[in-house]
């Protein structure tokens, strides 16, 4: 996908931040602990808070004013769009992969 | 141990992200891991700023480059280089004109921290260190015999490290092309006429010519084929400015209540919507 893949090593982490921000804004930390229930994925907060940075500028999320100094974060349509995009194509990649695997 | 570690990062960084993270990392000791990773993080945030520039800042930078260029160049013409080659010898005079150039670089560097001009800054620093290099370093290594090396070799072995160096560069930043190459220009055109096996010396030995004053010209060349380059500005890497403006009071709030204390995600398909 175009508007992830230049993402590098943050493309992953970009995926799970935008499933996170599917479900309803969520802070940092919050994002982190649903990442983690999802996902079993810990992100680091250096790795998150690249990530929110680099989707933020992308226009995918978008930061909503701060509520004791902590700032929550909505995907924007345009992320939600491109999140819906790439779960389908995980989606047939992975039942297209376990078909495979049953079959053998 | 948290708030240190933040000091790493950029100024429109902390201003971002800065109280968020010391609010929820700030608080119970960090663990080795999460150190490392905003350590990691604050490499990437200065190597991959995600803002543009606010505006177009590079006619401020041109002549502020520019005006170093030619103090720089003043100073060279008017290092007493008979004398100095007298007294000390050649090397020695390389080491002390390498050292007064990188004191240069230092001042523009400097000059760049004050206006907020990071390529500024990075051209001194990259001055500097060099000049550093291949003025000081290498000279002096060849001077005690460390390095099996004629005179004319240190040059081309400092701009091979100088070369290699600002490929690193390119490649770590992928936005600041303009220095490497501007770089790698003016130490080709500096080794090329300035090396003992260069045309220069070619010329001073078969046509007469004389080889200080002409390298002193292509020296001066070569720092400006390097200003020139730092003064093409950049591409944006996108339009609108970073970080993003708060927004304003009495902005809409999603229809959904923010929930500070998520519960985990139950339904995977319940996807929130934009109001």
Redesign the interface.
């Known amino acids: 996908m175009s508007g992830l893949a230049d993402l590098g090593r943050f493309e992953e982490p970009a995926v799970l931040v935008l499933t996170s921000l599917a479900e309803r804004p969520r802070h940092g930390y919050a994002i982190v602990q649903d990442v983690q229930a999802v996902a079993g994925v810990k992100l680091g907060p250096g790795t998150l808070y690249a990530t929110l940075a680099r989707l933020e500028a992308r226009g995918l999320i978008e930061g909503l004013p701060a509520e004791d100094r902590r700032r929550p974060y909505r995907i924007t349509g345009a992320g939600l769009a491109l999140l819906r995009q790439r779960l389908q194509r995980m989606e047939a990649v992975a039942r297209t992969g376990l078909a495979r695997v049953a079959g053998t | 141990m948290t708030r240190l570690l933040i000091r790493l990062y950029p100024r429109a ?1 902390r201003r ?2 800065g ?7 700030g608080c119970g000791r960090l663990g080795v ?2 150190t ?7 490499l ?2 200065h190597l991959h700023p ?2 543009a520039r606010r505006g177009r800042t590079w006619p401020w930078t041109f002549f502020l480059a520019a005006a170093g260029t030619a103090c720089l160049w003043l100073a060279t013409a008017a290092f007493p280089v008979e004398s100095v080659l007298e007294r000390y010898g050649s090397e020695a005079e390389l080491e002390l004109l390498g050292l007064a150039l990188s004191g240069g670089g230092l001042a523009i560097g400097l000059a760049g921290l004050a206006t907020r001009s990071r390529i500024l800054s990075t051209f001194g620093a990259l001055m500097a260190m060099r000049l550093l290099i291949d003025a000081v370093a290498l000279p002096a290594l060849a001077n005690r015999h460390v390095l099996p090396v004629t005179s004319g070799y240190p040059w081309l072995l400092a701009s091979s490290l100088a070369i290699g160096w600002s490929a690193l560069v390119a490649a770590a930043t992928r936005r600041l092309w303009p220095i490497p190459v501007g770089l790698g220009l003016g130490l080709f055109l500096e080794v090329l006429l300035t090396s003992d096996i260069s045309l220069a010396a070619w010329l001073g030995r078969n046509a007469g010519l004389n080889g200080p004053i002409l390298l002193r010209w292509v020296a001066f060349s070569a720092w400006a084929a390097i200003v020139a380059a730092l003064a093409t500005p950049s591409r944006q ?2 339009p609108g400015s ?3 403006d ?2 304003a009071a009495g ?1 809409r ?2 229809r ?1 209540p ?5 519960e ?2 139950e339904a ?1 398909g ?5 109001p």
Request: net charge negative.
């Open positions: 960084w971002r992200y109280s968020e993270v010391l609010v929820h990392y891991r999460d490392l990773d905003l350590l990691g993080g604050a990437d945030a995600q803002w890497r996108r970073w970080p993003p708060d927004p902005a709030i999603p959904e923010y929930d500070p204390d998520p985990p995600l995977v319940q996807v929130w919507r934009r």
